[in-house]
């Protein structure tokens, strides 16, 4: 886990280099569910979600695989030299609780727009037109406080 993730609640996975020679044996999962365990650990209920920035489909789908929650694709991140990563992000029971808690009326669209990129991710709409609807919800819910402080964070999301 990133010692400086943007958020408490929603910490950052760094990346795993496992020798070729033991690619192909679960090596990269085992991995994988250590660190979800010790971020459930770390945060109990104020586990909100996990990031992982990842260029490779098979990272991806083991992360997918491995999160007891449900995965969105926030979009892509350039990350400079790197290049660009997808950015994925598992979500918890207790976002999803928050997520489904009313909101003022004044709030009802921003509440539709953030919900529909929250369960569909960057398929839906670009980050970027998501961002407004949850910095407005920051106030309501520690979910979006939570996310919006995440998202600001990454300013190379598209």
């Known amino acids: 886990m990133s010692t400086d993730s943007p958020e408490d609640g929603i910490p ?10 033991f690619r192909g044996r679960l ?8 660190r979800l365990a010790l971020c459930q650990q770390q945060w ?3 586990l909100f979600g996990v990031h992982i920035g ?3 489909p098979r990272v991806e789908h083991v992360f997918r695989a491995s999160f007891p929650g449900r995965t969105i ?14 950015a994925l992000i598992g979500l918890t029971r207790e976002f999803d609780r928050q997520l489904s808690l009313p909101v003022p009326t004044h709030l009802a669209a921003d509440h539709q727009v953030a919900r529909m990129y929250l369960t569909h991710g960057g398929d839906a709409m670009p980050v970027a037109e998501a ?6 919800l920051a106030g309501c819910q520690a979910a979006y406080r939570l996310l919006d ?5 990454m300013p190379n999301l598209r």
């Open 12 to 21: 950052v996975l760094g990346r795993t280099y496992v020798h070729p020679a």
């Open 27 to 34: 090596v990269y999962a085992q991995v994988l569910r250590h």
């Open 44 to 46: 109990g209920l104020g």
């Open 54 to 56: 990842t260029s490779s």
């Open 73 to 86: 694709r926030l979009g892509d991140e350039d990350i400079g030299d790197a290049g660009v990563v997808v």
């Open 131 to 136: 961002l407004s609807a949850v910095r407005a």
């Open 149 to 153: 402080q995440f998202l600001q964070r």
